[in-house]
C-alpha cells in the first residue's frame, strides 16, 4: 500500500470542510429567506382575514356565516 502524503491529506480536509462550511451557509441563507416569506404571507393573511371580517361586517353578515333575517311579509288571502 502506498502512504498518503499528510500535506495532501490536509489540503484535502481543508477542501472539505470549505465545501461543507459553504454549504451550510447557503442552507441557513435558504431557511432565512423561507421563514421571511411565511412570516410575510402570514401578515398577508392575517390582513385578509380583517378585511374580510370588516367587508361582512358592512354587509351586515354574521361571522358564522348567516345573514340577518329578513321580516316575512305577510301574503293576503
Same mark, same amino acid.
Given at each position: 500500500?502506498?502512504?498518503?502524503?499528510?500535506?495532501?491529506?490536509?489540503?484535502?480536509?481543508?477542501?472539505?470542510?470549505? &465545501?461543507?462550511?459553504?454549504?451550510? %451557509?447557503?442552507?441557513?441563507?435558504?431557511?432565512?429567506?423561507?421563514? *421571511?416569506?411565511?412570516? !410575510?404571507?402570514?401578515?398577508?393573511?392575517?390582513? &385578509?382575514?380583517?378585511?374580510?371580517? %370588516?367587508?361582512?361586517?358592512?354587509?351586515?353578515?354574521?361571522?358564522? *356565516?348567516?345573514?340577518? !333575517?329578513?321580516?316575512?311579509?305577510?301574503?293576503?288571502?
Amino acid at each position: 500500500m502506498a502512504e498518503t502524503d499528510p500535506k495532501s491529506v490536509q489540503e484535502f480536509t481543508n477542501v472539505v470542510q470549505t &465545501l461543507l462550511q459553504q454549504m451550510q %451557509d447557503q442552507f441557513q441563507s435558504m431557511s432565512d429567506q423561507i421563514i *421571511g416569506r411565511i412570516d !410575510e404571507m402570514s401578515t398577508r393573511i392575517d390582513d &385578509l382575514e380583517k378585511n374580510i371580517a %370588516d367587508l361582512m361586517t358592512q354587509a351586515g353578515v354574521e361571522e358564522n *356565516g348567516s345573514t340577518p !333575517e329578513k321580516p316575512k311579509e305577510s301574503q293576503g288571502t
